[in-house]
């Protein structure tokens, strides 16, 4: 026992002396088992109780509705195209730019226009003149029917005078025979003078300067080629933004070449596509509010429906689908509702085209029609022409008919 003491060398004693002596740290208290449990047990009762609360309120309380985030904003994109070939030489209205209707869009190069719609008014001048002189022909035509009558009454005279003094002995049977001869020529003269005034008066029987077929037919080529004038000066048929603009200065345009296009953002709508199990309550009529990704929920909009669709949107796709070919997987199908918008709140807060919406559908009166609306016209009916035609028509007409008729 002193052989192992004494074997112990001074410096590790040293070192064990110095060595602190590390005391364990005592366990961590996790909590207790039976507080951890009661605050699962309230926390369960709050969720039960909130769910208790929504269904009291669904059922007792909600408005019936249906929703859906399959929406977005519809419009008409009404488009600007070329109605007669010609040169671009003036641009009005750009992308993003508002237009009003009648404003002027794009001007066409109207030299061409200018020179066919001249000439066209010559030719009415020249189809007036020409039934001016149909009606001077018919005067000519009487006026050799009276004439050819005369002779004829005066031939008759000659004959019956030579006739008689024939039968007295004073004039040979050679007069006689001359002067019969000279009733026959009168005769035929006067038949060729009345089948002239017949064939004369083919020609403006029926009708004045103004209801000539020639002169009507001028008419129309006269307006024909003031409608190509007025295709040269192409104005907005509606209020609306210039979207999609293609057109350039000095581009070469054919007949049906697509310029720009005009879409009214006052006059948007929104299309649902509601599931088709949601469709039963759904009529026109009901009020519906709108929310959009757009403004969020610090905009809301109101509408209502005014039709449903009529059929479901696989049923007018390009390739529609042939269930009774191979396997079947039944997928529920939806179906295109159209909401109408207020237009002030439009006006307030515009929407685009195609941006994504949120609706519901206030169900709770189910007395309007499953059905859309009665049709009416959208846009008032746009005038080809100049309203300054007719006008030039009967000035053309006054300058070559002259005093007559």
């Not at 057109?247 to 088709?276: C, H, K, S, Y």
């Amino acid at each position: 026992m002193t052989d192992t003491i004494n074997d112990i060398r001074p410096d590790e004693a040293i070192i064990e002396e110095a060595a602190p002596q590390v005391e364990t740290a005592p366990p961590v208290e996790l909590g207790k088992p039976r507080a951890r449990r009661t605050w699962l047990a309230i926390l369960a009762g709050v969720v039960i109780l909130a769910l208790l609360v929504y269904a009291i309120y669904r059922l007792f309380f909600a408005v019936p509705s249906e929703s859906t985030d399959d929406a977005y904003v519809g419009g008409d994109t009404v488009a600007i195209t070329a109605r007669d070939p010609g040169t671009v030489i003036a641009l009005y209205a750009d992308d993003t730019e508002r237009v009003r209707a009648g404003q002027p869009l794009v001007d066409l190069d109207p030299a061409t226009a200018d020179v066919d719609l001249q000439a066209a008014a010559a030719q009415l001048g020249q189809a007036v003149r020409g039934v001016r002189s149909n009606f001077s022909a018919v005067n000519a035509a009487q006026a050799e029917v009276t004439q050819a009558s005369a002779d004829l009454a005066r031939a008759r005279n000659d004959l019956a005078r030579r006739q008689q003094a024939a039968a007295q002995g004073a004039v040979s049977g050679e007069e006689v025979s001359h002067a019969a001869d000279t009733v026959k020529t009168a005769s035929a003269a006067l038949n060729l003078a009345r089948s002239k005034l017949a064939q004369a008066e083919t020609q403006v029987e029926g009708a004045d300067v103004h209801t000539n077929p020639d002169v009507l037919a001028a008419i129309a080529n006269y307006r024909r080629a003031a409608i190509k004038r007025s295709h040269m000066h192409i104005v907005a048929p509606v209020d609306g933004t210039i979207a999609q603009r293609t057109v350039q200065i000095g581009q070469q345009i054919n007949a049906g070449t697509p310029l720009m296009a005009v879409v009214p953002l006052d006059r948007v709508w929104v299309d649902a596509n509601f599931r088709e199990t949601q469709l039963a309550d759904l009529r026109v009529g009901q009020p519906a509010t709108i929310t959009t990704d757009t403004y969020g929920g610090k905009v809301t909009y109101h509408g209502h429906v005014i039709g449903l669709g009529a059929g479901s949107g696989n049923a007018f796709a390009l390739l529609p689908p042939q269930n009774a070919s191979g396997n079947w997987i039944k997928i529920v199908q939806r179906v295109p509702v159209r909401i109408a918008l207020n237009r002030d709140e439009l006006e307030r807060h515009p929407l685009r085209i195609g941006l994504s919406v949120d609706v519901d559908v206030d169900t709770s009166n189910t007395s309007g029609s499953l059905l859309g609306r009665e049709a009416r016209g959208a846009y008032l009916t746009q005038q080809s022409d100049s309203p300054n035609v007719d006008a030039d028509i009967a000035r053309i007409i006054a300058a070559n008919a002259g005093r007559g008729r």
